[in-house]
């Protein structure tokens, strides 16, 4: 299994989960389920920061279409921030890039989205 750190930040109208190492079809599952079980509702935005993941495969392509989908499915919003050379250039090769929305920053995100942190961010760590 390839090393996967994940880590949960609440935001006041949503969820930033913090995606470091690399993912693919041995750990996609750990994110999946981490995503359930920090980001519950699903209407809520919820923004994926890819800063610290160095590698994807098109298992994790396909995790992050559907984590779209579901967040679309049921009125809420689905975000990537800081997208690292290589699983940028997996979502370009796929055709993905267009079909997801991709900030540089958090704060680019945030402005974007409208989501704002809260005063006393609390964290979990995976």
Excluded: K
Excluded at 27 to 52: F, I, S, T, W
Excluded at 69 to 98: K, M, N, T, Y
């Amino acid at each position: 299994m390839t090393s996967l750190s994940l880590m949960a930040v609440s935001l006041l109208r949503g969820t930033l989960i913090v995606v470091s190492g690399e993912l693919d079809a041995t750990n996609v599952a750990q994110l999946e389920d981490y995503v359930a079980e920090h980001h519950p509702e699903p209407a809520r935005p919820l923004v994926l920061d890819l800063g610290g993941l160095a590698f994807m495969d098109c298992t994790a392509l396909s995790l992050l279409l559907r984590l779209r989908d579901r967040a679309g499915a049921h009125g809420g919003s689905f975000h990537l921030i800081a997208v690292q050379p290589c699983p940028a250039r997996v979502l370009e090769i796929a055709g993905a890039a267009r079909r997801l929305d991709v900030y540089p920053t958090l704060e680019g995100a945030l402005q974007a989205t409208g989501l704002i942190l809260p005063s006393e961010p609390s964290s979990d760590i995976a």
